[in-house]
């Protein structure tokens, strides 16, 4: 057989390692690309002029566009029979990435677990993408609902792992050049509010919102050579529980991060993803807003060019966040797709 | 509060100047995006090889996608709480910009006057678009209607100014490197048309009409980091007067002038705006035709290789333009969206 | 009349040569925008680092963006006024092409034949792709249904050409560098079948599916230049025989081409078109899969690198390919819109 049947869950070993097809080099067509999809306007990565005055050597990526790229490679191995994607952790963006770098992704099976009808098992993963020195640039673990192939099947070894309830700030320290902070206009970066500004517990409505277009995400998902049937196919996807295309969740990702520009403009660079979850889908049409949460603030040891903000973005589907929808008793108000949390940087 | 509610009209003061958020580096993608979004062919923008044969470094990116970038940069400070927007005047494109510049734009607030009902007011702006050099691109001024947050509030000092009814083209001979128009291939670039066979009073139909959809608008107007929520928020327009996303204006502009090479393939750079105005909204699925008519051809002091062609450019929807639609009486013929004024270059 | 009417049947001169507006400098945006497009996963052409380590300079363009590029030139000269693009054969691709080349067309006319209604007629065209330098890059004939402007007008001289049924794979050395076959990495290419683990009459069915919107072939077509009409225009294709906008052919050759990924992952290169035919046409809703059948396999001469399979890929609208559906009697199944017969090259 030619064609890629995907993995199904009997067929992963714990410890194992996989290195995923396909390289890519990540481009300023692939820049301009995420700017049309999104709208960010975080001047560190709009400009070169910007981020060479504050000290990189010219603007890098957007993060997200490089975890998408990263994650993308995963989904033939991993998520082809996966019936949902469970969540996040352990996220650290270790290495800015330039335009004309080049991604691939190895993931290691860190822990399996059947489901106790043994028709379908979690499969946890660490997934790590490099670029074309080998370097690491990203490092995350996710964990999703695979099918199996044979109900019967036994599996050799069964491990749930435990993650971080955070990140450590002290291992973040390497995914930014020292920044000459003076430098760091905050005219062109849209926004006074530094570090000090924020405070634990600050909740932000980041106001605007964007419906999302078939089109949109279909170009955003294949930018990341995402091979995930049920983002394009129509008419397979008719037979399924929703009855159209689902959207990829990075893209909601995207979006809030977006969104989030407004109420915090300077929290330019992503650090690390605590923990995320994809509360309920999103499909065409649907209109997209966000709030966030100060969950914590922290200092980088080392360094007092900028400090770090714990993050929790909140993205609701036909709904302003003017009223925060949130977790409500056991679950969540049913506006809410996205609970994300993570730490950003922010000049001091 | 940490997000940017907007301007409201009594808080501008005459002769202020605003410095805008976000530098943004113009880059291939944007330009390939350009591309894919109106389809534009002149030759000069289309074709290192070409641009470089009659004297340009390279192609240059296209004089509009420069406007639209330094445009877009205005919005959260000027238009964030605008009703309308007005008109343009004395626009002028000052320098070529290639892939890879730094662009960022300033802003002068040149006039205010308040609505005789108190509750909004007309502000008036200079903007200016510079290069990572400091470097002058673009200037343009354009007026727009903007809400007051205190209908009681009183406005420190007002004044309307007067604009040139047309750009003096002495004023416009720095846009261009002069060029070898003898090495200036008509056939590559789709016309044998050049200055001299334009004249004044001359129409011409566009002929050919595109229909425009959601993601698209959507996606140029994100690439341009214009936030104004009307183009991109399909629930919260709904309670709105036209019950729906409406389309930048510039994207009508870009439209249009894409449209108008069928008829002036060889008119391949704007040299200035001496009016523009929408005149009614475009909406996704309507789909855009345009006319042009010379208003006027006009020799640059000191130059034997270009001319300019004044010309009017209007934009029709869901009517081809065959027919000219055009001003009837006190308003426009009620196809008609766009009536834009420009000086173009044009090879000798 | 400055506009372009097109060429009508009687236009044509046997033996002419026609050179195309507008030369294109094909750039990292193009090819990004490619990628959001279609989602290729070759790595050749989406790693700089995979196709150095095999040879190459850097990773180099899509054939297919090639080859729309190409194509997208001659529209306005050929087919404008076209009822139908009747077929394709004897394409050659000649040398690869990388990011900042820039690209022009000149067809010459090799054919004539007027309909027995004497009101259309076709035309036969090899039209010849060429880089900056003036190096051959794309060869490849077509032959378009014409009208007549005037049903009357005499035809000065017909020929029929006729065309080989496949492009000798002694013809297609120069298409590629020499390459480090045993540097090529399966792994990192998604899947481990070669040259030799492919065999004449073997059929795979592509298994995915990708429904196509408005707002992506207008993209598409548009970044290709070509100005067909029926492309773009809702409100004039309402008067036509299928009342709306009509898909670009070019489109769906690239969709398939991708979904063709899966089955034929190591095929990286195309090499030449022997034949091909848009069977039925494409609307905007559809959802396109695929299958290909192993027509032959060839050896080039003095080459132990790589191999040449000679593929037909099937392209149905709206119907798994599980079921390979193909021509039936004198036609085909109905869900059938394209049949493509090429050589690709693929490492031995």
């Given at each position: 057989?030619?064609?890629?049947?995907?993995?199904?869950?009997?067929?992963?070993?714990?410890?194992?390692?996989?290195?995923?097809?396909?390289?890519?080099?990540?481009?300023?067509?692939?820049?301009?690309?995420?700017t049309?999809?999104?709208?960010?306007?975080?001047?560190v990565q709009?400009?070169?002029?910007?981020?060479?005055?504050?000290?990189?050597?010219?603007?890098?990526?957007?993060?997200?566009?490089?975890?998408?790229?990263?994650?993308?490679?995963?989904?033939?191995?991993i998520?082809?029979?996966?019936?949902?994607?469970?969540?996040?952790?352990?996220?650290?963006?270790?290495?800015?990435v330039?335009?004309?770098?080049?991604?691939?992704?190895v993931?290691?099976?860190?822990?399996?677990?059947?489901?106790?009808?043994?028709q379908?098992?979690?499969?946890?993963?660490?997934?790590t993408?490099?670029?074309?020195?080998?370097?690491?640039?990203?490092?995350?673990?996710?964990?999703?609902?695979?099918?199996?192939?044979?109900?019967g099947?036994?599996?050799a070894?069964?491990?749930?792992?435990?993650?971080a309830?955070?990140?450590?700030?002290?291992?973040?320290?390497?995914?930014?050049?020292?920044?000459?902070?003076g430098?760091y206009?905050?005219d062109?970066?849209?926004?006074?509010?530094?570090?000090?500004?924020?405070?634990?517990?600050?909740?932000?409505?980041h106001?605007?919102?964007?419906?999302?277009?078939?089109?949109?995400?279909?170009l955003?998902?294949?930018?990341?050579?995402?091979?995930?049937?049920?983002?394009?196919d129509?008419?397979?996807?008719?037979?399924?529980?929703?009855?159209?295309r689902?959207?990829?969740?990075?893209?909601?990702?995207?979006?809030?991060?977006?969104l989030?520009?407004?109420?915090?403009?300077?929290?330019?660079?992503?650090?690390?993803?605590?923990?995320g979850?994809?509360?309920?889908?999103?499909f065409?049409?649907?209109?997209?807003?966000?709030?966030?949460?100060?969950?914590?603030?922290?200092?980088?040891?080392?360094?007092?060019?900028?400090?770090?903000?714990?993050?929790?973005?909140?993205?609701?589907?036909?709904r302003s966040?003017?009223?925060?929808?949130d977790?409500?008793g056991?679950?969540y108000?049913?506006s809410v797709?996205?609970?994300?949390?993570?730490?950003?940087?922010i000049?001091?």
């Amino acid at each position: 057989m030619k064609t890629n049947p995907g993995r199904f869950f009997e067929d992963y070993r714990l410890g194992e390692t996989i290195r995923h097809a396909t390289p890519r080099t990540v481009t300023e067509g692939d820049a301009a690309l995420y700017t049309a999809l999104y709208g960010p306007r975080f001047a560190v990565q709009s400009s070169d002029a910007f981020a060479r005055a504050i000290g990189y050597p010219g603007k890098p990526l957007d993060d997200l566009l490089v975890f998408h790229v990263v994650f993308g490679k995963t989904v033939p191995d991993i998520s082809l029979n996966a019936l949902a994607n469970l969540g996040y952790a352990e996220g650290r963006f270790l290495k800015p990435v330039k335009a004309g770098q080049t991604l691939s992704t190895v993931s290691e099976v860190i822990g399996l677990k059947e489901s106790s009808n043994r028709q379908t098992g979690v499969v946890y993963v660490r997934s790590t993408g490099s670029d074309e020195s080998g370097e690491t640039v990203l490092s995350y673990c996710r964990w999703v609902l695979v099918r199996k192939r044979d109900h019967g099947a036994t599996i050799a070894e069964e491990h749930v792992p435990s993650f971080a309830k955070a990140v450590d700030p002290a291992d973040l320290a390497s995914a930014l050049p020292r920044l000459d902070a003076g430098a760091y206009d905050t005219d062109l970066a849209g926004s006074p509010h530094r570090f000090a500004d924020y405070a634990k517990g600050e909740r932000i409505d980041h106001v605007d919102g964007t419906t999302v277009e078939e089109a949109e995400h279909q170009l955003a998902t294949r930018l990341y050579q995402n091979t995930a049937k049920v983002h394009f196919d129509a008419l397979a996807t008719r037979e399924t529980k929703f009855g159209k295309r689902l959207i990829y969740g990075g893209h909601v990702i995207s979006i809030a991060r977006a969104l989030s520009f407004n109420g915090l403009a300077n929290a330019f660079a992503l650090a690390g993803i605590n923990a995320g979850r994809h509360v309920a889908p999103l499909f065409a049409g649907d209109t997209v807003y966000a709030w966030s949460e100060v969950l914590d603030t922290a200092t980088v040891p080392g360094r007092d060019d900028v400090g770090l903000l714990r993050l929790r973005t909140v993205a609701a589907k036909n709904r302003s966040c003017a009223g925060f929808p949130d977790r409500e008793g056991e679950g969540y108000d049913p506006s809410v797709i996205l609970d994300l949390d993570y730490w950003a940087f922010i000049p001091r």
